[in-house]
């Protein structure tokens, strides 16, 4: 297997700034940019097969980009959790997008990675119609068009987010952060994750070895490889307050008009049946594939799965 491209992006904050990691698989001057953002506690590596799959299939004339999203993998912690929000990440990937300026750009999101490219989508499309109207008004010509979004893929994921699988993330995020081993490690990791469906030993492992970082306090072992202060947000949230927030996340998935796919684990604790039904009739009517034996979520490692993501974003 090859390895990506490691680079960075300085990001501001309240605080100063920051700098994100992100990971580039393929062409690194192609202008069509497939990012793919992961999950609450995972990391960009997460999409090892998916991107060299997507790179092939494109033959190599496409740029997949993945993040590791502030707080994770080789980004910088930040210094005060309350920040750890979804406005904050979706600011970040705005910079990062500046620094790579794609002509054209699909996005791919799995669970918080998704909610990260809803906001996305909205900013982007917000930023190109302003731009548009800002040109009619001076009556100039627009150099080049404002880039958007695509195409967009939710990877089980939607406005509503199941109360008890927010209960049940909180349960474990942030603890038992230090193990003696990488097989420690990946053992503890699939106590809590065999919703992700079916996988080899050797995949597990290989999933497994990017989630991890040496211990930092001169013990032996491993530690994983986020702040644990990400769970800080995860706990302040309440039934009331996520029920609140259910409100502006249809509306800005309803604002959305690039075809979307809907990737569902069909065993999913996150994305309900009826959330996803809905979600195929109103704002982008996003097509729906769900994975039979697996739930929350989809590691698009299983061939199934990179064929249903590389169909819909590769012509």
Not at 123 to 146: C, E, F, H, K, V
Not at 193 to 220: C, I, N, Y
Request: glycine content about 8%.
């Amino acid at each position: 297997m090859a390895d990506p491209k490691l680079n960075y992006v300085q990001c501001p904050d309240a605080s100063g700034s920051h700098r994100m990691a992100y990971w580039e698989w393929g062409d690194v001057a192609a202008g069509h940019v497939i990012v793919c953002a992961h999950g609450l506690s995972r990391q960009g590596r997460d999409f090892d097969v998916l991107a060299q799959a997507l790179v092939e299939k494109a033959g190599g004339k496409v740029r997949v980009v993945c993040p590791d999203v502030v707080g994770r993998g080789q980004s910088d912690w930040l210094k005060d959790p309350a920040l750890y929000q979804v406005p904050t990440y979706a600011a970040d990937m705005l910079a990062m997008l500046a620094q790579l300026k794609p002509t054209t750009l699909d996005w791919l999101g799995t669970s918080m990675g998704g909610l990260i490219g809803i906001g996305v989508c909205n900013a982007l499309a917000a930023a190109a119609a302003q731009r548009a109207a800002a040109a009619t008004d001076s009556g100039a010509a627009q150099s080049a068009p404002a880039v958007v979004v695509r195409k967009l893929v939710l990877n089980d994921v939607g406005p509503v987010i199941q109360w008890e699988s927010i209960v049940r993330i909180g349960t474990y995020l942030g603890r038992n952060m230090a193990f003696d081993s990488l097989q420690a490690a990946a053992d503890a990791m699939w106590a809590i994750s065999t919703s992700f469906g079916p996988h080899t030993p050797a995949q597990w492992l290989e999933l497994s070895s990017h989630m991890v970082k040496p211990r930092s306090d001169g013990q032996p072992g491993v530690r994983l490889h986020y702040d644990p202060d990400i769970a800080v947000g995860v706990r302040a949230v309440t039934a009331e307050g996520a029920a609140q927030g259910e409100a502006m996340l249809w509306y800005l998935y309803d604002a959305i008009s690039a075809p979307t796919l809907l990737l569902r684990g069909a065993d999913s604790d996150l994305l309900a049946p009826a959330t996803a039904l809905q979600m195929t009739q109103r704002g982008p009517k996003a097509q729906l594939v769900e994975f039979a034996g697996v739930g929350h979520a989809p590691t698009l490692i299983a061939a199934d799965q990179v064929d249903a993501v590389a169909s819909f974003l590769l012509p």
